[in-house]
């Protein structure tokens, strides 16, 4: 990361004297890229494929962060953050900057943001709780719903008390004639002392013609003793029609539980999990459901670069339909293999 300092107008850069109230920005980023290997990634099925791919571990980025000091213990913030294909140099995400796009007001009571960002229920619930960091080929949101970012929003997040911290977040649908419509609102409830994290979090999303909407509940933990995190979560996802109660969509009438591990120690990381999914809504004797398995492996060649490897199988059984990776195809045994360098600047 390089910071820059701006003073009345003027860049101060390294070790420039400068005086008066300052506004500082640093340029940070990823570059991600690696080969992967999956079989069966395309409809219709078409055997396996090998290929040179960009955000194995991390997605690639480049941003702009900035603050600026107001007093008093204010600061106001923004945070510009764009998505890139390390392996085409292609945009991510649809926009300029796809992945954030906030500005705020960081205070003694907590902070203020405005604009697309990561939700708490994200940030706070889900993505601490996977071992993989939500990257490689055992990321959580092979089969987790993670409801990440979210368009035309306002959040508020606490300071943490004692453990505890909570964040909530309001998306504005802008659907004319239909305030509900494509609205999404979700929180979080952490609490951290030392070793141990716990959180639990909601989130509601309806579609963009107000026709049905999804609930989230997840509950979600960890624990490091010396070199090894135990990780741990379940969620429950459940969509219902909007009008019809008590009717729902089946592909999102599930329960999801998770178990995980890291060990670290120097620069070697191992990681692993095993998740389980299984729709409530039984046919008969049984209802779809899916198991999930993944290993992982990194070595940090310095603080900023690292090798990374990871391999993952999914196993869909009575119709369920979950896929690995950037996999579209859903099928009984479907597996997926990495191996490439991330580096952070």
Not at 50 to 74: A, I, K, P, Y
Not at 239 to 250: F, R
Not at 307 to 317: A, E, H, K, V
């Amino acid at each position: 990361m390089k910071t820059i300092t701006i003073v009345g107008g003027m860049i101060c850069l390294g070790a420039w004297n400068c005086a008066g109230a300052q506004a500082k920005v640093t340029i940070y980023g990823i570059v991600d890229s690696g080969f992967v290997h999956q079989s069966d990634p395309i409809a219709p099925k078409q055997g396996s494929v090998t290929s040179l791919t960009g955000g194995g571990q991390s997605g690639s980025r480049f941003g702009l962060r900035g603050v600026e000091d107001l007093g008093n213990g204010w600061k106001a913030t923004f945070d510009l953050e764009a998505g890139f294909n390390a392996d085409t140099g292609t945009s991510t995400l649809g926009a300029l900057f796809g992945r954030k796009a906030h500005v705020g007001l960081d205070t003694p009571m907590g902070n203020i943001k405005l604009g697309r960002q990561y939700s708490p229920f994200y940030l706070d619930a889900i993505l601490p709780a996977d071992p993989f960091g939500m990257g490689m080929m055992g990321r959580m949101n092979n089969v987790f719903s993670t409801n990440s970012r979210v368009n035309n929003s306002v959040s508020y997040a606490t300071p943490r008390w004692r453990g505890w911290a909570a964040g909530f977040l309001y998306g504005f649908g802008e659907v004319a004639g239909n305030r509900s419509a494509a609205r999404a609102y979700n929180g979080a409830l952490s609490y951290q002392d030392g070793p141990a994290r716990v959180a639990l979090g909601y989130s509601n999303q309806r579609n963009a013609t107000d026709t049905a909407t999804s609930h989230s509940v997840a509950l979600t933990g960890s624990y490091r003793a010396g070199a090894v995190t135990v990780y741990s979560a379940f969620q429950a996802v459940r969509s219902t029609l909007n009008g019809v109660p008590g009717t729902t969509i089946a592909d999102t009438n599930v329960n999801i539980y998770m178990a995980g591990l890291k060990w670290s120690r120097g620069p070697h990381t191992v990681l692993g999990g095993i998740t389980h999914a299984r729709d409530q809504r039984r046919t008969g004797a049984t209802g779809a459901k899916a198991t999930f398995y993944a290993m992982g492996y990194t070595y940090a060649l310095s603080k900023r670069t690292n090798l990374y490897t990871s391999f993952g199988l999914i196993r869909n059984r009575s119709g369920a339909a979950y896929s690995i990776g950037d996999a579209t195809t859903p099928v009984y045994g479907q597996k997926g293999f990495d191996v490439g360098i991330r580096h952070r600047f």
